[in-house]
């Protein structure tokens, strides 16, 4: 059964802490994602990558940033986390000639206190 | 700027009615995709259908079809005889050439309640 998976359902953090929010994909997927979804926002994109060490801002990328040291795994930084940054959190991972068609994740509901 | 607007934020419906979300997209491309995607309680998102610009074609999957309109800018979906298991948040999405077929943009989402 193939999956993403991210590494924490839920978090709690104090303002100012690094968070790191992983995610895995086991299918050999070139694209993954990492979205924030708020109630009446829908999903919002925050970074992408098309490629290891590659990439590329999203609509929201202002006070996170991203790693992709290996194909499988995609990792989502938040340097100082601060309250408005308390949401739910999705990877997703795509297949290039699958266009849009992405797998996501259960989610990553962090509170930043 | 490419945008997509859900106006329906919450429908409730008696089991095996018919129900229909909307959706509205913007876009300047004249090449571009649109999605829709479900959202069940368990909260994992799934790909439920994709649809390029040159493809007017509505499509039917059991009990779900989808009618696309370029002339509207719609992209509409409309559930038949509606079972529990369909309440969910459901998501229309876009994706443009001009920007990145892989960058989809999701609408704010439309939350169906089937009653039993």
């Known amino acids: 059964d193939v999956k993403v998976t991210q590494s924490s359902r839920y978090l709690v953090k104090r303002t100012g802490e690094k968070v790191f929010l992983e995610c895995v994909q086991d299918?050999?997927?070139?694209?993954m994602f990492w979205y924030r979804q708020d109630p009446g926002l829908g999903l919002r994109l925050i970074y992408f990558?098309?490629?290891?060490?590659?990439?590329e801002k999203g609509d929201i990328p202002e006070g996170y940033s991203v790693s992709r040291e290996k194909k499988e795994r995609f990792s989502l930084i938040l340097e100082s986390a601060s309250t408005n940054q308390t949401s739910m959190y999705l990877c997703?991972?795509?297949?290039?000639?699958?266009?849009?068609?992405?797998?996501f994740g259960e989610g990553s509901r962090l509170t930043v206190l | 700027a490419q945008k997509v607007t859900q106006a329906q934020t919450e429908i409730s419906v008696v089991e095996k009615e018919d129900v229909t979300l909307d959706c509205v997209y913007e876009?300047?491309?004249?090449?571009?995709?649109l999605f829709w995607y479900k959202q069940p309680p368990s909260g994992e998102l799934v790909f439920l259908i994709r649809?390029?610009?040159?493809?007017?074609q509505n499509e039917i999957s059991g009990r779900y079809s989808w009618n696309f309109q370029k002339s509207t800018s719609s992209f509409n979906f409309t559930i038949t005889a509606s079972q529990v298991v369909d309440s969910a948040v459901y998501f229309c999405?876009?994706?443009?050439?001009?920007?990145?077929?892989?960058?989809?943009?999701f609408g704010p989402g439309t939350s169906l309640s089937v009653i039993p």
């Open positions: 997703a991972s795509s297949h290039p000639l699958s266009t849009g068609e992405l797998f």
């Open positions: 299918m050999d997927h070139e694209n």
């Open positions: 990558s098309y490629d290891v060490k590659m990439k």
């Open positions: 876009t300047r491309d004249t090449t571009y995709y």
């Open positions: 649809r390029n610009s040159f493809d007017e």
């Open positions: 999405a876009l994706s443009e050439a001009e920007t990145s077929y892989d960058k989809v943009i």
